[in-house]
T-cell receptor, first 112, second 112 residues
Framework: DADVTQTPRNRITKTGKRIMLECSQT?????MYWYRQDPGLGLRLIYY???????NKGEISDGYSVSRQAQAKFSLSLESAIPNQTALYFC???????????FGSGTQLSVL | GESVGLHLPTLSVQEGDNSIINCAYS??????FIWYKQESGKGPQFIID?????DKRQGQRVTVLLNKTVKHLSLQIAATQPGDSAVYFC???????????FGKGTMLLVSP
């Protein structure tokens, strides 16, 4: 079983729809992250959380929101999806801040 | 702003050769560096990391070299195999910051 699980793996949606991407982990880490990957731009941080009551904006948080429902669960929402949010989204966890990240397998989101 | 970058977007090698993937960083306050491998359709996987108090660290068939004088990081892969074909990312953490900053990635292509 994967340590960091993302659902769904693929999603196609239309402009203006609300979308939620989910992430769960069995690593027991307090720190969880959402990254976006676009071709040629590498991984960019959207939001991160260091415990259940902690939410922090990353480099590109506009148009996104998150919820940390439990230590093991961290979801990413797009309230009103737009085509330039088409990307590969990764959830990650870490044991310590600013150190090794453990990634999920990613969610490919396409907004038409 | 300062960022992590890569010299070569694509590196093609023959099976059995040694590969060297380079990464330049511009922030002298960075004190932790890490390399990830990302195969097609998968999330990034940890390869090796190094702290700024070290110049070299070795793993299984991989070596990371850190040259703080010229702010340069490299990943050496010995006896490259077709299974090493992937995109390789470097990332850095600046002292006092709680998240990693990723470079854009280099694609390594290994021919049989």
């Amino acid at each position: 079983d994967a340590d960091v699980t993302q659902t769904p793996r693929n999603r196609i949606t239309k402009t203006g729809k609300r979308i939620m991407l989910e992430c769960s982990q069995t690593k027991g880490h307090d720190r969880m992250y959402w990254y976006r990957q676009d071709p040629g731009l590498g991984l960019r941080l959207i939001y991160y959380s260091f415990d259940v009551k902690d939410i922090n904006k990353g480099e590109i948080s506009d148009g996104y929101s998150v919820s940390r429902q439990a230590q093991a669960k961290f979801s990413l929402s797009l309230e009103s999806a737009i085509p330039n949010q088409t990307a590969l989204y990764f959830c990650a966890t870490s044991e310590r801040s600013g150190e090794k990240l453990f990634f999920g397998s990613g969610t490919q989101l396409s907004v038409l | 702003g300062e960022s992590v970058g890569l010299h070569l977007p694509t590196l093609s090698v023959q099976e059995g050769d040694n590969s060297i993937i380079n990464c330049a960083y511009s922030n002298s306050a960075s004190d932790y560096f890490i390399w990830y491998k990302q195969e097609s359709g998968k999330g990034p996987q940890f390869i090796i990391d190094i702290r700024s108090n070290m110049d070299k660290r070795q793993g299984q068939r991989v070596t990371v070299l850190l040259n703080k004088t010229v702010k340069h990081l490299s990943l050496q892969i010995a006896a490259t195999q077709p299974g090493d074909s992937a995109v390789y990312f470097c990332a850095e953490n600046m002292r006092g910051y709680s998240t990693l900053t990723f470079g854009k990635g280099t694609m390594l292509l290994v021919s049989p």
